[in-house]
């Protein structure tokens, strides 16, 4: 089956989609995105994620290609004619084709809006989950405004490369004084020695991630202790346990850090637990 892409106002064949040169977002990574997660159909957070988008492009002045309604139908349109029923719709949207110039472009050019879909076996996440994952360190050499989800990524490529050369599956971001940040493409968390999850506090050093806000949302209803701090790469070593969350890796146990074994190197109990009923909280919308 042909994929199918949403192109500035068109569906196509995925292999014959073009985009233009001069699109800011090839030139200067002047753009922003989202990933959502699609679970038995449906979207998961929709609304939050489509917030997250609004104020995004507000942060940078890009206009909004299409209105939050639009934009649904077209999340809609991509994900039935994919046939997906588990995995991702990715939406990104650049400052538009225009001469190459770093300054913004006349306000006659239109932002561009790509939507593409993506099936994943379920069952690849779930093994993760059991098994857990390994985490290496980096240092966070991002700009200072990572609360903006933008498509400039090269520091989480690096990031991310590191990992996969180390043997492991995420890179967690260190900043100059030895805190953990987040990963390059997850929140960090951990459960302290009193039993506190603990993840660092929102400002513009981490990404407001969404599974982030559910599974705070989770947290309370559950009557556990939260705790939204920085906490130290040694912090992190002695934890309890350590997991991180994103909208493709949902709650993943984090079993050892730079080779160092997260409590007795098993999947912790509560991010299994938590992992297991995130989707009794989450919005879906079909
Ligand atoms: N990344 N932090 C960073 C740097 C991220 O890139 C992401 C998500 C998150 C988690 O956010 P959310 O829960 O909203 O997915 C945190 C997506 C999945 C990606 O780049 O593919």
Not at 8 to 27: L, W
Not at 133 to 157: A, Y
Not at 159 to 188: P, Y
Request: proline letters at 3%; aromatic letters at 6%; charged letters at 25%.
């Amino acid at each position: 089956m042909s994929r199918i892409a949403y192109v500035n106002g068109q569906y196509v064949i995925q292999r014959d989609a073009n985009v233009s040169i001069q699109d800011r977002g090839y030139q200067f990574g002047d753009g922003v995105y989202e990933v959502c997660e699609i679970f038995r159909g449906a979207l998961i957070d929709e609304a939050r994620h489509l917030d997250r988008l609004a104020r995004s492009l507000e942060e940078l002045r890009i206009g909004a290609p299409l209105g939050k309604g639009a934009l649904g139908v077209v999340l809609r349109e991509i994900i039935a004619r994919n046939k997906v029923a588990n995995g991702y719709v990715y939406i990104q949207v650049t400052r538009g084709a225009a001469p190459r110039d770093h300054a913004f472009p006349p306000s006659s050019v239109r932002s561009s809006l790509i939507v593409t879909a993506r099936q994943i076996d379920p069952e690849k996440g779930e093994a993760a989950a059991r098994k857990g994952i390994s985490v290496v360190t980096t240092p966070d050499l991002r700009w200072k405004r990572v609360d903006i989800k933008t498509i400039s990524l090269i520091p989480n490529c690096l990031a991310r490369q590191a990992a996969k050369e180390g043997g492991a599956q995420e890179a967690w971001f260190i900043d100059s004084d030895g805190m953990v940040v987040e990963g390059a493409a997850s929140n960090a968390w951990i459960i302290d020695r009193s039993g506190a999850i603990v993840t660092r506090q929102l400002d513009s050093s981490v990404l407001r991630g969404i599974t982030r806000t559910t599974l705070i949302d989770i947290i309370a209803a559950q009557g556990l202790t939260l705790e939204e701090r920085k906490f130290s790469l040694e912090e992190a070593f002695s934890a309890q346990e350590a997991f991180i969350t994103g909208a493709t890796t949902l709650v993943t146990p984090v079993v050892t850090i730079d080779g160092r074994k997260i409590g007795d190197g098993a999947p912790g109990p509560l991010a299994q637990r938590l992992r297991s009923i995130f989707h009794d909280t989450a919005a879906r919308t079909f």
